[in-house]
Each structure stands twice: as C-alpha cells, then as structure tokens.
C-alpha cells in the first residue's frame, strides 16, 4: 500500500518552462513534506520542504505548495534548466513521529529539461 | 568535508553468502538511516539509529542487522543474502530536527545471484 505516490514517472519540458511535479498522500497524519533530487549514480540531495501547517514554501526557482483537503502537493521549477534534468523523489514524515528522517518516499518522477 | 561516505559502491554475492555495507559520516550528526530504493518503489527505511547506542526497526528490516559502531559509524550486514535484497542501499544522517534533512551517500549497488 503506497501511502506516498508519485503518478507520473517521467516528465519532460523545455528549457526555461515551467515543469510541475506532482504528489499525492493517503495518510493525514503526514505533518511534514519534503522533495529530493537524485542524480545517476549519487545519493539523493535535500530540494525544499514544507510543514503542514503551511501551504506554500518558495526557495529560489523552486517552490511547493501544499492541498491539505486534497492530499496533493506539487513541485514548481521555474524556469526549467538543463541542470535540473534527474529523479525528484516526493517524501512524507508521520506525526508525532518526531524524527524527520523516518521517511515515507514517493517512487519518483523523472524530469527531462531539453536545452 | 566528505559527507556520508559508503563502501564499498559495488557487490555480488551468491545466495546465502554474508556481507556488511559499510557508512560513515563526519557531520557530527546524531542520527543515522538506512534505506533501500527498488525500482518503482521509491526508497524504503531498513533500520534507523537515534544516537550512539540505539537503534530501531524501519519499515523493511526482515534479513538485516545494524550496528552503530560510534557516532560517525553505522554498518549493515545481510547474514544469509537471498534475490530480495538485489538493491541499492543509501546511508543517510541527520534528519532529526524540521531544519536537518537528511544527508545521503551515493549508494551501494548490491546484486545476489
């Protein structure tokens, strides 16, 4: 039972485009959000977070908004460079769970940015 | 300044051989994870260890043991290896507090044949 899913496994869009990534959650005792980006052959790297009792987080380029009611969150990168072409993996922290790093990931989406 | 650092980066093991992957970290964190990623599964915590001293079953710790040698070390040893365990396996630290997310290493492909 995948409690975090990630429904679009490649994604693909032009230089200097938005690109969107999407993430839906079936448990609402998730309290905090956050997204990692995987190059091949590295270890995934820490993108952008977001608490639950925040529906929009915005770091550079990249921001994340939160739909509590439709257990969605989504990943804006804007505008879309090259460099952002890799593996962006969705990831959930249960409540009370009270570490971080226990994590529930999504299966990952991968962005093709064409020059 | 290294990171999390895992050894080796390649293995393969015959079923029912034993092996142990190995991670150190040097960001004084205290807390230290291992996970698995599997196609089309995302990745999925094997073990976790709090702090020095203490560790904690994930969501998939069935044919894996931990130690957490030190506060820089947390090894995983795979007794007996089946097909199951043909993955890659990512050692993370920190993650504990809302500002520490985690930091990986860049992986061991495992394959059991």
């Known amino acids: 039972d995948q409690q975090v899913k990630q429904n679009s496994p490649s994604l693909s869009v032009q230089e200097g485009r938005i690109s969107i990534l999407n993430c839906d959650y079936t448990?609402?005792?998730?309290?905090?959000f956050l997204w990692y980006k995987k190059y091949p052959a590295e270890g995934p790297t820490f993108l952008i977070s977001?608490?639950?009792?925040?529906d929009k987080n915005e770091d550079g380029r990249f921001t994340v908004f939160l739909n509590k009611s439709a257990k969605h969150l989504s990943l804006h990168i804007v505008p879309s460079q090259p460099g952002d072409s890799a593996v962006y993996f969705c990831?959930?922290?249960?409540?009370?769970?009270?570490?971080?790093?226990?994590?529930?990931f999504g299966q990952g989406t991968t962005l093709q940015v064409k020059p | 300044n290294a990171g999390v650092t895992q050894t080796p980066k390649f293995q393969v093991l015959k079923t029912g051989q034993s092996m142990t992957l190995q991670c150190a970290q040097d960001?004084?964190?205290?807390?230290m994870y291992w996970y698995r990623q599997d196609p089309g599964m995302g990745l999925r915590l094997i073990y976790y260890?709090?702090?020095?001293?203490?560790?904690d079953k994930g969501e998939v710790p069935n044919g894996y043991n931990v130690s957490r040698l030190n506060k820089r070390e947390f090894s995983l040893r795979l007794e007996s290896a089946a097909p199951s365990q043909t993955s890659v396996y990512f050692c993370?630290?920190?993650?504990?507090?809302?500002?520490?997310?985690?930091?990986f290493g860049n992986g061991t492909r495992l394959t059991v044949t």
């Open positions: 993370a630290s920190g993650g504990v507090a809302y500002n520490s997310p985690l930091h």
């Open positions: 448990n609402s005792m998730f309290d905090y």
């Open positions: 977001i608490s639950s009792i925040k």
């Open positions: 990831a959930a922290s249960p409540l009370g769970s009270g570490n971080t790093g226990k994590l529930i």
């Open positions: 960001m004084n964190h205290n807390s």
């Open positions: 260890s709090a702090s020095e001293g203490t560790t």
